[in-house]
């Protein structure tokens, strides 16, 4: 059974940084790619940033020079690092892990973690 836990979110004001982490456990033979999604009041789920296998990072153009996903090597954890946080930030932001097994896809998701980005 996989299990997705962040940790890390929290109130900070707009200008602050702040550092999620996924901690990743279970039986996993490969992973394609992990995530990081957000969701704000009244919106639908939007992708955050994600990095593959292969180390190639994508981000939202909103997030573009201020947020930094990684992993480390054992994909044991994945991280979001986000600075210059804005209001428009806040969020539950969730992590996401997306593999293949015998061809057929997979979604997992965290339970989530509250950033709230004062003005």
């Known amino acids: 059974q996989v299990q997705l836990v962040e940790s890390g979110g929290g109130l900070v004001q707009a200008g602050g940084s702040l550092r999620l982490s996924c901690t990743v456990s279970?039986?996993?033979?490969?992973?394609?790619?992990m995530g990081w999604y957000r969701q704000a009041p009244g919106k639908q789920r939007e992708l955050v940033a994600t990095?593959?296998?292969?180390?190639?990072?994508n981000y939202a153009d909103s997030v573009k020079g201020r947020f930094t996903i990684s992993r480390d090597n054992a994909w044991n954890t994945v991280y979001l690092q986000m600075n210059s946080l804005k209001p428009e930030d806040t969020a539950v932001y969730y992590c996401?892990?997306?593999?293949?097994?015998?061809?057929?896809?997979?979604?997992?998701w965290g339970q989530g973690t509250q950033v709230t980005v004062s003005s």
């Open positions: 279970g039986s996993i033979f490969s992973i394609d790619a």
């Open positions: 996401n892990l997306h593999l293949k097994l015998l061809g057929v896809p997979y979604d997992y």
């Open positions: 990095i593959t296998s292969g180390g190639m990072t």
